[in-house]
DNA sequence: TTGTAGGCGTTATCAA
DNA sequence: TTGATAACGCCTACAA
């Protein structure tokens, strides 16, 4: 077994300083041409790489990103992770990869373990957890230690760092007012209770929408459920009761769970009731009909966050100042929405 | 901002040494009660935690797995992921992802820098570049380096290490029985090429299910795409050709394009046409009709690879003899097949 | 041109 | 009971 050599081993083995080895793999002016390549070659033959750790604790700087979300399983995030890592190696950082599930307290404890030296900077979405719990005290002292944060999608005003989100509204009243122009009259909406950013501002662009089409906002057209859950009998009755010709989902599961509803109640999309679900991930793609979506362009949002957290990790940017980066979502069309 | 506060600053403070705080805060029954008091109190007042940076070079032990994986926007490596992340976490470590993006030097690069100290050691995937190329160089360095290595899924037997696979040939073998028990004929397979391992796998499986029923083996009967990619050309004109009254197809993605292009040719699933596809993720269980699919309990290997994995850097097992844990696959009957 | 010494934060050994 | 010292691996200011 190759053990990994170390400066002091080359040193030792060269009989010359451990400082004159490490000069010369720099390439250092103040060592002899000779010296320098003896001690490369030397070098080269056994492989020497410097040691990540011992270079981590001497600059104070670890070279890894800290990235904490609530589920991996989750074609969003994913996406968002693949953007981080896009930008991030080219950088030459590393992606530590934490799973808070949706609760509070794990969020909190993998904070408080990667705070701690590991990485250099954090990159995160809120679980739900927190969310509802609306304490944001360990992102706070996050922020206080002087460690770089940017939050994604699920984010707080409640912290100054800097944001990158999509226009959750935005995208709701783009939605609601293609249903609307192609003219459907009762446009339903299917997502979760406000404690959740993200839902909260899609709800506002729905009414939004309905506001400016002049339309009423009626409470039985709207579903909120507790959680990401799927609720299949509470998405039926809905369905059934409130008649709707149109639905918006806040995310694809619900839409394509909607739309095999609808079909098993006797109603057809796109043409007796229109359906468009956020997220736009695998599932609306493949979905029969195809569901039309809003894109949150996942990639762009990690490329965008990494760029954010390196340039204040490195010092490029203003630590005092943050900006929130908003991205618009694209309403992509597809089958099960009508003209 | 608080900076972070380490044993040097509380050892000025308290006007004691370093060492003396160090052992107070391990509670050492070196240190008196009044001294471990007063430096107990001190250190929780200003939340002192102890470097972790500095403790991985101490320790030589960074407590950090290193993940390596072709793609991370790929449900089953998502699942993988999980699992890794549910046992580590239980014991403490925390997981770097890096993505090899199916490249062999990004493969290679990846492990470089993870493997100069910043891991205890490695659970990855094979890409298919490295499959083709079939040079596993930088496997064996890692290995002879001492460092702990667990293979999954994509694997190969040039390297002498733990891994963790589902037995893919039973997988197929089981499906293929399958549509052959409910009547089948001419059972289709979608494929790729041989050079990726659980595709190799799989195709074997296909043909010993057939044998075993005396059914001939047709070329015609089996469509090897060069890539993960989809060709829906490429499918759409081995349908019609072919005319295969099932389908085994190796990813969810490729059986989900088969059962819409066969609607779309005018034939039925599953009346007309059985499809099984491999994977079992989210759009096999979403799909219209829903895909009958080769579950291949991703998590479970996560779990399973962290736990050999981990084991093998804390000295629990033998570091000179591995095993290779095969879990069985599972049919999970939906509505794309009849019986 | 080369080497010594100190430090990054922690722990362990040994001396006081 | 407390403290000094060395060590983990590397870097760098300064001395030789």
């Given at each position: 077994m190759k053990q990994k050599i170390t400066l002091k081993h080359i040193a030792k083995e060269l009989n010359v300083s451990i400082s004159t080895v490490s000069k010369a793999l720099k390439n250092s002016e103040e060592i002899s041409r000779d010296t320098k390549e003896k001690i490369q070659a030397f070098a080269r033959l056994y492989n020497y790489k410097p040691n990540n750790i011992a270079i981590s604790l001497k600059n104070k700087r670890t070279k890894n990103i800290g990235v904490v979300i609530p589920d991996i399983v989750h074609h969003f995030f994913t996406t968002v992770i693949r953007g981080i890592e896009q930008y991030a190696n080219q950088k030459e950082y590393n992606v530590i990869v934490c799973l808070s599930d949706e609760s509070f307290d794990k969020e909190v404890i993998n904070m408080e373990m990667l705070a701690n030296g590991s990485i250099d900077g954090f990159i995160m979405s809120l679980s739900s957890g927190t969310q509802r719990k609306n304490d944001y005290e360990h992102l706070q002292q996050v922020v206080e230690q002087g460690i770089p944060l940017v939050l994604f999608d699920?984010?707080?005003?409640q912290i100054a760092c800097d944001k990158v989100v999509i226009d959750d509204q935005m995208g709701a009243y783009k939605a609601v007012k293609r249903l609307l122009s192609s003219g459907r009259k009762r446009v339903g909406l299917i997502t979760t209770e406000d404690y959740l950013s993200v839902s909260y501002k899609r709800n506002l662009g729905y009414e939004k929408a309905l506001a400016e089409f002049g339309v009423e906002y009626q409470d039985e057209l709207v579903l909120k459920l507790p959680?990401?859950?799927?609720?299949e009998q509470r998405i039926a009755d809905f369905l059934k009761n409130a008649r709707p010709d149109a639905v918006l989902s806040v995310n694809e599961i619900f839409g394509i769970t909607a739309m095999r509803l609808i079909r098993d109640q006797g109603r057809k999309v796109p043409n007796d009731i229109s359906v468009i679900g956020f997220t736009d991930g695998l599932l609306s793609q493949y979905a029969n009909p195809s569901l039309s979506a809003i894109r949150q362009h996942g990639e762009e949002m990690g490329r965008e966050a990494a760029k954010m957290l390196i340039e204040k990790v490195e010092g490029l940017t203003d630590s005092e100042s943050f900006v929130t980066k908003i991205l618009e979502p694209t309403l992509i069309e597809r089958d099960s929405t009508i003209n």
């Amino acid at each position: 077994m190759k053990q990994k050599i170390t400066l002091k081993h080359i040193a030792k083995e060269l009989n010359v300083s451990i400082s004159t080895v490490s000069k010369a793999l720099k390439n250092s002016e103040e060592i002899s041409r000779d010296t320098k390549e003896k001690i490369q070659a030397f070098a080269r033959l056994y492989n020497y790489k410097p040691n990540n750790i011992a270079i981590s604790l001497k600059n104070k700087r670890t070279k890894n990103i800290g990235v904490v979300i609530p589920d991996i399983v989750h074609h969003f995030f994913t996406t968002v992770i693949r953007g981080i890592e896009q930008y991030a190696n080219q950088k030459e950082y590393n992606v530590i990869v934490c799973l808070s599930d949706e609760s509070f307290d794990k969020e909190v404890i993998n904070m408080e373990m990667l705070a701690n030296g590991s990485i250099d900077g954090f990159i995160m979405s809120l679980s739900s957890g927190t969310q509802r719990k609306n304490d944001y005290e360990h992102l706070q002292q996050v922020v206080e230690q002087g460690i770089p944060l940017v939050l994604f999608d699920r984010v707080t005003d409640q912290i100054a760092c800097d944001k990158v989100v999509i226009d959750d509204q935005m995208g709701a009243y783009k939605a609601v007012k293609r249903l609307l122009s192609s003219g459907r009259k009762r446009v339903g909406l299917i997502t979760t209770e406000d404690y959740l950013s993200v839902s909260y501002k899609r709800n506002l662009g729905y009414e939004k929408a309905l506001a400016e089409f002049g339309v009423e906002y009626q409470d039985e057209l709207v579903l909120k459920l507790p959680s990401m859950e799927v609720d299949e009998q509470r998405i039926a009755d809905f369905l059934k009761n409130a008649r709707p010709d149109a639905v918006l989902s806040v995310n694809e599961i619900f839409g394509i769970t909607a739309m095999r509803l609808i079909r098993d109640q006797g109603r057809k999309v796109p043409n007796d009731i229109s359906v468009i679900g956020f997220t736009d991930g695998l599932l609306s793609q493949y979905a029969n009909p195809s569901l039309s979506a809003i894109r949150q362009h996942g990639e762009e949002m990690g490329r965008e966050a990494a760029k954010m957290l390196i340039e204040k990790v490195e010092g490029l940017t203003d630590s005092e100042s943050f900006v929130t980066k908003i991205l618009e979502p694209t309403l992509i069309e597809r089958d099960s929405t009508i003209n």
